[in-house]
């Protein structure tokens, strides 16, 4: 079975462009989570898909940021234009919908390190 | 809000050795999740061990063990008989009861090495 997968693996772009970042989750996995570490600090929330609804997303910075999953498939994390402190690694995570927390643990995907110059 | 707290930024330990890494939590309520991560060096971070608040009885996973203090809302990761292959940074998460949402929150990680 495929993991949870995440491309780019880097990127570095400057000041003001756009990127973005794709996640696919693991086949069947309904829910869909992003998360960024920036600067050695702690891994911080973003954002909960549930297959194509966003279920939460209170970690979402601010509106240069926008994230879809259409078809409740893969999803994409689109920074718009992008600022210095934009600067981390983003993770993806999947889990199943299930009655019991072991069938939703999450699993993570390699991340994405996005560098802003 | 709950948070999360790591204190150890950086833990080394002898091959065979046993190590425990720390992590306290704050939180108001009593319904919650507690889990160590593990993220070996380019490598995708992957579940150690998880802990049921409601459960008085520590999880173990082989060679890993929690010792989960609720009242004192701690919960620490002990590794016994250390490997090459332990060397990682590890992370504490807290996660909500189960029907209050997904998302995990994460301490600041702990850098764990092995020496062979």
């Known amino acids: 079975e495929a993991g949870v997968t995440q491309f780019p693996s880097h990127s570095v772009i400057e000041k003001g462009q756009t990127v973005t970042l794709r996640c696919d989750p693991i086949?069947?996995?309904?829910?869909l989570y992003w998360y960024r570490r920036v600067m050695g600090k702690e891994i911080k929330f973003l954002l909960h898909f549930v297959k194509e609804s966003k279920q939460d997303e209170s970690g979402m910075p601010n509106n240069r940021f926008l994230a879809e999953r259409t078809g409740g498939t893969y999803s994409t994390l689109k920074v718009q234009p992008a600022e210095l402190e934009d600067s981390g690694v983003y993770f993806c995570?999947?889990?199943?919908?299930?009655?019991?927390?072991?069938?939703?643990?999450?699993?993570f995907g390699p991340g994405t390190r996005l560098t802003v110059l | 809000a709950q948070t999360v707290t790591q204190s150890q930024p950086e833990m080394s330990v002898q091959e065979a050795e046993t190590v425990t890494l720390s992590c306290t939590y704050d939180t108001s309520e009593s319904d919650y999740y507690l889990f160590w991560y593990k993220q070996p060096p380019s490598r995708q971070m992957i579940l150690v061990i998880r802990q049921e608040a409601y459960k008085q009885q520590n999880a173990t996973e082989n060679r890993f063990s929690v010792n989960f203090q609720k009242a004192a809302k701690s919960f620490s990761l002990k590794i016994s008989d250390s490997q090459l292959g332990d060397a990682a940074m590890y992370f504490c998460?807290?996660?909500?009861?189960?029907?209050?949402?997904?998302?995990?929150?994460f301490g600041q990680g702990t850098e764990l090495s092995v020496k062979p």
């Open positions: 086949s069947g996995h309904d829910n």
């Open positions: 998460a807290y996660r909500r009861g189960f029907w209050q949402g997904g998302k995990l929150i």
């Open positions: 995570a999947s889990s199943q919908r299930g009655a019991s927390l072991h069938t939703d643990t999450q699993y």
